[in-house]
């Protein structure tokens, strides 16, 4: 291949290369992953959930889980963990503490477990098969101070509302008895979409080493071979 042919081969790698790069990092997710928003006012994380004006069984859900579920694994079904505990005011920060929730609690009180697991996020609904085996859980075990006690309404209500967090449903269909056992639950599926989604973004940035080690390589080449004066 001629000299000058090789030269302009390379010069044109490099430029594609660079142009990848300067669009995928001005993107900013190789910077910065997350989407920089405006400041927004403080939002009180213990606030009851407003309902939309047409609500739908997993928005009713929603409400459910903030009077009944909140308490102790958090406004976004993270568990009971530190950062979560500090909205609470500071006389309620340390519930299992004795004379609280601890082991000696006060009358009519019950013992709060150290650790509570949360109930939102990749993979933490596999343990259930599907929906009806979830709901039959909630139904039964929750909440954990006065188990059975949420009507059958709101304890399909609050499966609906964890399923759909857990984006494994739509809710645009009632969940009930009838439908339930079809709705498989698999978080090793949440955690593969997961994956394919975070090599799908970090795709530009990798053709964009390939071309530009093809580039240099011409460039390596190409002095190589011009004869020296």
Request: proline share 7%; net charge neutral.
């Amino acid at each position: 291949m001629p000299q000058k042919t090789l030269f302009r081969i390379a010069l044109i790698s490099l430029g594609i290369a660079l142009l990848t790069a300067a669009l995928f990092f001005d993107s900013g997710i190789a910077v910065n992953d997350a989407p920089q928003t405006a400041a927004t006012p403080t939002v009180d994380r213990l606030a009851e959930p407003t309902l939309p004006a047409a609500p739908s069984q997993a928005d009713r859900g929603a409400q459910v889980y903030w009077l009944s579920c909140l308490p102790c694994h958090g406004n976004l079904g993270q568990g009971l963990t530190d950062e979560f505990r500090q909205v609470y005011p500071p006389e309620d920060r340390n519930c299992w503490n004795s004379g609280c929730h601890g082991k000696r609690p006060y009358a009519n009180g019950f013992t709060l477990p150290t650790s509570i697991p949360a109930v939102i996020g990749p993979g933490l609904l596999q343990n259930f098969q599907n929906a009806a085996n979830l709901h039959s859980f909630i139904a039964q075990a929750m909440p954990y101070w006065d188990p059975g006690s949420l009507s059958e309404q709101e304890s399909w209500a609050v499966t609906a509302f964890l399923l759909r967090q857990n984006g494994q449903w739509d809710a645009r269909v009632e969940l009930n008895a009838s439908n339930a056992g079809q709705v498989r639950l698999s978080g090793a599926e949440a955690d593969s979409n997961s994956q394919s989604d975070s090599l799908l973004r970090f795709a530009p940035i990798a053709l964009a080493v390939i071309v530009l080690f093809f580039a240099l390589f011409l460039l390596f080449r190409f002095i190589s071979r011009k004869p020296s004066s």
